[in-house]
Nanobody, 117 residues
Framework: QVQLVESGGGLVQAGGSLRLSCAAS????????MGWFRQAPGKERELVIT????????VYVDSVKGRFTISRDNAKNTVYLQMESLKPEDTAVYYC??????????WGKGTLVTVSS
């Protein structure tokens, strides 16, 4: 049983940086693919970036390429999202999730990121 808790969201000016953390409890998640989703006001939730158990990452949103980096520390059961050069359109609730049995089955409650112009 895995429980995910996001932290690190807040208000930041355009061009600034922010690091989100996703802490897992209950068991190790070293064998799971982890991902960050986001949902902007009035928009559907979208998959942003994932990281496999071996550390390889995949970006799914073109606008964040070169700006967002995902990493994981399996010894600490923690996943990070480093966000650079933030833009107002990055404003959203960001969710951490774990892929279990081929589906995104475990979710955090989300953390709000607001980027001011």
């Amino acid at each position: 049983q895995v429980q995910l808790v996001e932290s690190g969201g807040g208000l930041v000016q355009a061009g600034g940086s922010l690091r989100l953390s996703c802490a897992a409890s209950g068991r190790t998640f070293s064998s799971y693919t982890m991902g960050w989703f986001r949902q902007a006001p009035g928009k559907e939730r979208e998959l942003v970036i994932t990281i496999g158990w071996s550390g390889g990452s995949t970006v799914y949103v073109d606008s964040v390429k070169g700006r967002f980096t995902i990493s994981r520390d399996n010894a600490k059961n923690t996943v990070y999202l480093q966000m650079e050069s933030l833009k107002p359109e990055d404003t959203a609730v960001y969710y951490c999730a774990a892929e279990v049995g081929g589906s995104w089955e475990v979710w955090g409650k989300g953390t709000l990121v607001t980027v001011s112009s």
